[in-house]
Nanobody, 111 residues
Framework: QVQVVESGGGLVQPGGSLRLSCAVSGSDFKFYVANWYRQAPGKEREMVASINSDGSTVLANSVKGRFAISGDNAKYALYLQMNSLKPEDTAIYYC?????WGRGIQVTVSS
């Protein structure tokens, strides 16, 4: 059974950086589609970034130039590097691997 666990969230000041990690187990990690979503209080869930096993990526317009998504097949892990963070990036971030959702992790951007 595929399991997805996020880590790396927390509190950061505006302009700061965080790297979210997503550990995947129960999969051979060979052919996949994975995403990072986020949901802020009172807002709809938003897809932030997507990656395929061939390495192709898509980023939401709201995070282009600031966020990057990557995968490490050897470590069965996915990452979301977040730079130049803004208060509006505050949300619960979810890793989704082949349709399997993690529990989410809080990211708070505040001074």
């Amino acid at each position: 059974q595929v399991q997805v666990v996020e880590s790396g969230g927390g509190l950061v000041q505006p302009g700061g950086s965080l790297r979210l990690s997503c550990a995947v187990s129960g999969s051979d990690f060979k052919f996949y589609v994975a995403n990072w979503y986020r949901q802020a209080p009172g807002k709809e869930r938003e897809m932030v970034a997507s990656i395929n096993s061939d390495g192709s990526t898509v980023l939401a317009n709201s995070v282009k130039g600031r966020f990057a998504i990557s995968g490490d097949n050897a470590k069965y892990a996915l990452y979301l590097q977040m730079n130049s963070l803004k208060p509006e990036d505050t949300a619960i971030y979810y890793c989704v691997y082949q349709g399997r959702w993690g529990r989410g992790i809080q990211v708070t951007v505040s001074s």
